[in-house]
Every structure is written in structure tokens, then in C-alpha cells.
């Protein structure tokens, strides 16, 4: 008999250069919605969204314009198992173009991370059910950001197009 949760670390498989967004939301629609939500922000952006249900059949729903990201996205978030997480796989925009528009779908309750980085879910596994209860985006930090660093950070920034 187990006593208390039990706690899991599942890698999102995705290829280099491909964003993730993962997320907590409910409802049957959830999968057209957010679909709706992504191929709103951006021109052209290829993604994949796959979506856990919580009751009923409990069944991943899935919809995207790019197959293999939509298959990555499935097998990922049935490796997580939480009912009523969706996760978003998706090329040809950064994740700062499209997190508004996902977070703004009604059903959205919850966006544990949006990146471009290589990211795990925290699970936690009791009896009759998982959560997903955090995240880990990345690495841990190394350092203190320097003086070259800030100016380097600043003239990034002004490349991509995201200050004047």
C-alpha cells in the first residue's frame, strides 16, 4: 500500500528548435480552441497539440498542421498522464508570439512553461491519478549577468525585433 504521492520527472520529446508549451486546462473543446488560439498568432507557425481528458474514455485528443508534431505532442503528454494537461508543440514562431492568445482560450486554467528549451514535467503519481505539480525549464543558472552580458542581452533584443 502506497503511503503518499510518488514523484516523476518525464522529458516533452521534442527536435532542437522546436517551442513547448504545457498547460492545464478542461474541457472537450479544449483541443479546437487552443488549435484556434495557435494558427491565430502567427502566419505560418507549424504545431501540434495534444490534450489529456480527465473523465469519461480518457482519451489523448490531438489536432495541429504538422503531423510530427502533433504525433511528438501525443506521445508526450501520454507519458505524463495528468488528466486535463495540454502541451503544444511548435515551430516557425517564438513562444513570446503565441502565449497570449493560448492563455486567453476560456479554458485555460493553468501555463506551467512556454519555451524553447529542453523541458520536464514534475509528476506526481498517486493511486488513481497524476498531476502535473512543476516544471523544469532548462538549466540552472551559473553566474551573475555581467556588464558585457547586459549589453549583449540588449543588442539581441533590438536584432530580433522585440525593442527599438
Do not use: W
Amino acid at each position: 500500500m502506497r503511503v503518499g504521492p510518488e514523484f516523476e520527472c518525464i522529458p516533452i520529446e521534442k527536435d532542437e528548435g522546436t517551442s513547448a508549451i504545457l498547460g492545464h486546462a478542461g474541457f472537450i473543446k479544449t483541443v479546437e480552441d487552443l488549435y484556434e488560439a495557435m494558427s491565430c498568432s502567427v502566419p505560418g507557425v507549424k504545431f501540434g497539440i495534444a490534450f489529456a481528458e480527465a473523465s469519461g474514455p480518457c482519451l489523448v485528443r490531438s489536432e495541429g498542421n504538422d503531423e510530427g508534431l502533433r504525433t511528438q505532442a501525443e506521445r508526450s503528454i501520454l507519458k505524463i498522464g495528468a488528466g486535463h494537461t495540454f502541451l503544444i508543440l511548435f515551430t516557425g514562431a517564438y513562444p513570446i508570439n503565441v502565449i497570449t492568445n493560448v492563455r486567453h482560450v476560456s479554458e485555460v486554467a493553468a501555463v506551467y512553461c512556454a519555451t524553447s528549451n529542453p523541458v520536464q514535467a514534475i509528476v506526481a503519481n498517486i493511486e488513481n491519478g497524476r498531476s502535473v505539480i512543476g516544471i523544469i525549464d532548462g538549466l540552472s543558472s551559473r553566474a551573475i549577468e555581467s556588464k558585457s552580458d547586459k549589453q549583449y542581452r540588449s543588442r539581441l533584443l533590438r536584432d530580433l525585433g522585440y525593442k527599438k
